[in-house]
């Protein structure tokens, strides 16, 4: 049976952890480089980035972090965790902020606003119909949320979300002092692929809807058997 890692430093893991429990699935914490070997996937939860990237340095875990997404094994961040995933993160504070990087994304942190502008929408992923039947909506819950501005060729669009009209200006910091943002288009993109990188800028397991896990452990099995496969080819020669 897999078994999923859910990054335990701070924000949301207890709730990725409950979540996995309810499809059957064991979730391990994961504090210390070393409890990245022997994992099958890894679960990077929402929370505070800064914050989580200083448990993270403090704990030497960003070399680990970054050896287990290049090596191919599935890995979902969630909010903050897709913050540490993207390659490159603009907005407020994010001057400094170390990121494990390997999506090939631009991500604006805070890209909502402060905790008070919030909020649930119904988002339209289709992939989700795809695998799951149904109309493919789910509930995005978004608190302090990222949205991704800009995507590389490789990766794969899951699902936008309109932009709502109370979205405030953002002031972006450059290096030669502060200056205002505009943003013009009517939807991000808050949900996305590349690969073994699964990404979303809202909390799926703050819901009881277990699409997302089980999208994700999908991932899981299609890597195993990619494993399997090499290793059966690689016996041949
Ligand atoms: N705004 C937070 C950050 O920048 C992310 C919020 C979340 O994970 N819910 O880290």
Known sequence: MAVVGVLALQGSYNEHLAALRRIGV????????????????????????TTMAKL????????????FVSGGKP??????GLIFLANKAVGQKTGGQELVGG???????????????????ELSVPKLAEKEGGNGTCRGVFIRAPAILEVGSDVE????CPVPANRPSIIISSGEGAEEEVYSKDRVIVAVRQGNI????????????SRWHRFFLDMDK???AKALAA????SID
């Open 198 to 209: 699964l990404a979303t800028a809202f909390h799926p397991e703050l819901t009881s809807d």
């Open 103 to 121: 999506l090939d994304c631009t991500v604006h942190r805070n890209f909502f606003g402060s905790q008070l502008q919030s909020f649930e929408t």
């Open 56 to 67: 993270a340095n403090y704990h030497n875990l960003f070399p680990a972090l970054r050896e």
């Open 75 to 80: 890995v979902w961040g969630t909010c903050a």
């Open 231 to 234: 290793l059966s080819l690689s």
């Open 222 to 224: 299609e890597s195993q």
């Open 157 to 160: 669009i899951l699902a936008y």
């Open 26 to 49: 064991r979730g391990v914490e994961v504090r210390k480089p070393e409890q990245l070997l022997g994992l099958d996937s890894l679960i990077i939860p929402g929370g505070e980035s």
